[in-house]
């Protein structure tokens, strides 16, 4: 058994189905998704309607043109409060190998899915005005046409998914080039700072069930453990290790409500000593015990 089954994340091999097809968009209405995480990256833009999307343990009011760059391994969640419909773009991690010169170019790239999908505070900010909505509402209206916005994986050919990689490599090109790096932007003055410190978030979102100290979190962003705390605790306004267990406990609460594990065997899944630690742990963030969380309509 791999990680990605331990931790009943959505994993690629649930959407992409051959080595060709890369990406996957469809049209969710009514969008109510309880808390998860998945192996791929998502682009998410709010077509219509209201409703909270919860990540990084925040709750995002939202409406039309929010957007949100959903990083690997992040559980998050949308609850629909009226009508709440959202545009998915599911991108495989191959993506990114095959096209990483052209993406590479693209100056807002690395703002976009290397800072800014990373940092909490920038997770807000990110709204396409309604011209920047009307072209990329262009792009969906191609895959609309051409039966790209199916989600089924089985009954898609190799000149589908061409295509469909092609008009998503369009998307996230016209994203960064017209909306992250426009000097409207609130993310178009990220520092050399911001980019360190994602580091360190990246690696607590992909090794969450890990032993994890700020000693290599500093390496990892050639930072001095001073220097790298304060910076942390500065952007993310947490310090790193109250951040990795608020990671666990998101990881705890997707696997006490998808499956039957003992308090023991998630505990292990998801890097705490062991059932007690865990179940104190918990208790002391949610403020109930996992089995009353497991238990309850939350």
């Not at 050919?157 to 426009?182: Q, T």
């Not at 990220?190 to 090794?207: C, P």
């Not at 990881?251 to 007690?276: C, E, P, V």
């Amino acid at each position: 058994m791999n990680k990605n089954d331990k931790i009943k994340v959505w994993s690629d091999r649930n959407f992409f189905k051959k080595e060709i097809d890369l990406t996957r968009c469809y049209t969710h209405y009514n969008c109510s998704v309880s808390l998860h995480a998945h192996t791929f990256y998502e682009i998410n833009i709010v077509v219509a309607g209201r409703g909270i999307h919860h990540i990084f343990n925040t709750n995002f009011p939202v409406a039309r043109g929010n957007m949100f760059i959903i990083p690997q391994n992040t559980p998050h969640s949308y609850h629909n409060d009226d009508n709440l419909t959202v545009r998915h773009i599911l991108i495989a991690d191959g993506f990114f190998a095959k096209h990483q010169k052209e993406l590479e170019a693209l100056s807002g790239f690395s703002t976009l899915f290397k800072v800014q999908s990373f940092l909490p505070d920038f997770t807000s900010l990110l709204k396409l005005d309604e011209a920047q909505f009307k072209t990329v509402d262009g792009f969906w209206r191609i895959l609309e046409l051409n039966s790209l916005d199916d989600d089924r994986p089985d009954i898609r050919s190799d000149e589908i998914c061409i295509l469909s990689n092609s008009l998503v490599l369009s998307i996230i090109s016209f994203l960064c080039k017209e909306y992250l790096v426009s000097e409207q932007s609130p993310v178009a003055s990220v520092s050399d700072q911001h980019l360190s410190i994602s580091k360190s978030i990246e690696y607590i979102t992909n090794h969450y069930d890990d032993k994890i100290s700020t000693t290599h979190l500093a390496a990892l962003c050639n930072m001095s453990e001073s220097s790298f705390l304060r910076s942390f605790k500065s952007l993310i306004h947490s310090t790193p290790m109250d951040y990795l267990i608020s990671q666990r406990i998101a990881h705890a609460k997707i696997l006490l409500k998808t499956g039957d594990d003992s308090m023991a065997t998630i505990a292990q899944n998801t890097g705490f000593f062991d059932s007690a630690h865990f179940t104190k742990t918990f208790k002391r963030i949610t403020g109930m015990t996992p089995l009353a969380y497991r238990n309850s309509t939350t």
